[in-house]
């Protein structure tokens, strides 16, 4: 995949209304669609983790990204990004990673610290925008030890692996064509 396909595809999997711009809205929009995967009270503690995080992300992106600050991100101003960052782990690690352990905590409704296939298809499919048959697709291969559980750690390896390399399980969770839109 070419640097700038793949800075597409990510730009669309978070450009959660498809107007061809990212804002606020689209992170509060995922935010909500994550909760609503778990029928998450959106006042309980874990759900308001999840919206926090989520606008915090945003905050970050806009601060680094949003260059001429109209409350926008637009694809030109991603694309000048993602040039010069998607090879750098600090900034994935630091901007994504706290969203997606509030998700993820959500998602595990026992709170064992790891989730079966049916929590893991929900969180991907919500957080990810992936459909059902690539998340089913994912599964075995992002639950590397094979014990039929994901942990945090599995979980974060295979969307690291596709952010920063655009390869990997995390291609069938952000692959392109996971939106119906
Ligand atoms: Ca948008
Ligand atoms: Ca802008
Ligand atoms: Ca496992």
Request: net charge negative.
């Amino acid at each position: 995949m070419t640097e700038k396909a793949c800075a597409r595809q990510a730009f669309d999997h978070w450009d959660e209304d498809g107007d061809g711009r990212i804002t606020a809205a689209d992170y509060r929009a995922r935010a909500h669609r994550v909760i609503d995967a778990f029928s998450a009270d959106p006042q309980s503690d874990r759900a308001r983790a999840v919206t926090e995080a989520y606008m915090r992300l945003w905050e970050r992106m806009a601060a680094a990204l949003d260059v001429d600050k109209d409350g926008e991100i637009s694809f030109a101003e991603y694309l000048n990004w993602f040039h010069g960052h998607t090879k750098r782990n600090g900034d994935f690690e630091e901007a994504l990673v706290p969203a997606l352990r509030t998700a993820f905590t959500l998602a595990d409704a026992d709170r064992d610290g790891r989730l079966d296939q049916e929590e893991f298809l929900r969180l991907t499919i919500a957080a990810s925008g992936s459909d059902r048959d690539r998340a089913e697709q994912a599964f075995p291969q992002i639950d590397t030890d094979g014990d039929g559980w994901v942990v945090f750690d599995e979980y974060i390896d295979a969307i690291r692996s596709f952010v920063v390399e655009g390869e990997g399980a995390g291609k069938l969770l952000v692959g392109s064509g996971a939106k119906s839109s």
